[in-house]
Every structure is written in C-alpha cells, then in structure tokens.
C-alpha cells in the first residue's frame, strides 16, 4: 500500500480522471492492498501491484461468466452442471422479478 500512497501523494494525475473511474480506481486498490504482504517483498513492487490487480479483475470476470453461463442455460431450460454453483429452482425468477 506504501507504494499506491506515494502514486496518490505524488502525482495529480488522477484528479482528471473521471469520477466513476477514479471511484472504481480507488475501489481496486483497495482490493489489491489485501494482498500488501506478498507484493511488498516483490523486487518490482509496482509492477507485482499490477499482476495482483490483473488476478483480481481476471477472478471477477470468471465469477461472472459462470453466473451468465448458469443463467444462459437456465433460460434454455438445461439442468445445472454438477457442483457448479448454479442457480437453485425458483432463485432465477425471483432474481429477475426485481427487474
């Protein structure tokens, strides 16, 4: 986090950003800080930073994909896979009532 301090405290960069993505910015690092201790013994601390982030954004993306696939092929009507995480009857439409 030391190192995501000095991006903040040194460079004014950021304050042109558009809100919703410095909010998001913000929001990723925050995530990514979690992971301080192993980064920060990194030769390249920035750069292990980043890799953290990647994993962190690759991991959510996969979470969602298989959360679409569950809902693609419950709107298909094929049973759920094995031990997939899908969705349990009736939880699809009440989670599409709200909308």
Request: charged share 45%; net charge positive; no cysteine.
């Given at each position: 986090m030391e190192s995501l301090k000095k991006l903040f405290e040194d460079d004014e960069w950021r304050e042109s950003l558009d809100p919703e993505i410095k909010r998001k910015m913000e929001l990723l690092l925050?995530?990514?800080?979690s992971e301080e201790r192993s980064y920060k013994s990194a030769k390249h601390k920035a750069t292990a930073q980043i890799w953290v982030a990647l994993?962190?954004?690759?991991?959510?993306?996969?979470?969602?994909d298989k959360?679409?696939?569950s809902i693609e092929r419950?709107?298909?009507g094929e049973e759920p896979?094995?031990?997939?995480?899908?969705?349990?009857e009736g939880v699809l439409k009440d989670s599409l009532k709200k909308y």
């Open positions: 925050r995530r990514v800080s994993a962190d954004v690759y991991s959510r993306v996969e979470r969602m959360r679409l696939n419950a709107l298909r896979k094995e031990g997939g995480g899908e969705f349990k």
